[in-house]
Nanobody, 125 residues
Framework: VQLQASGGGLVQAGGSLRLSCSAS????????LSWFRRAPGEEREFVAA???????HYADNMKGRFTISRDNAKKSVYLQMNSLKPEDTAAYFC????????????????????WGQGTQVTVSS
């Protein structure tokens, strides 16, 4: 699977951004998709994931602010980020893996086999 992330940028605290990630080279509807992020000097961090069955899961500190969604027709996954904080500043990566409908939604980085190149989000205070 080839993944291309976009939509990052500079935003003031309290603002919003919508990240997009388009996929190619695989049957998109079979994929579990996720977003991770990495701040400078920090470990990669799980943000949100969406199952091929539409189920979602969020990191605790993103619940209520971030929304992950997918459009199988457009072969894309999105991350709507609201009420952004300076601590949300990071490079955001989309990831994908094939899964079956009944499998648990993967949330660990080592469970994903395909990664996009990352898009930078910077939140100013």
């Amino acid at each position: 699977v080839q993944l291309q992330a976009s939509g990052g940028g500079l935003v003031q605290a309290g603002g919003s951004l919508r990240l997009s990630c388009s996929a190619s080279g695989y049957t998109f509807s079979r994929l579990a998709l996720s977003w991770f992020r990495r701040a400078p000097g920090e470990e990669r961090e799980f943000v949100a994931a969406i199952h091929r069955n539409g189920g979602t899961h969020y990191a605790d500190n993103m619940k209520g602010r971030f929304t992950i969604s997918r459009d199988n027709a457009k072969k894309s996954v999105y991350l709507q980020m609201n009420s952004l904080k300076p601590e949300d500043t990071a490079a955001y990566f989309c990831a994908a893996r094939d899964t079956i409908l009944t499998a648990p939604l993967p949330t660990g980085a080592n469970q994903y086999s395909s990664w996009g190149q990352g898009t930078q989000v910077t939140v100013s205070s």
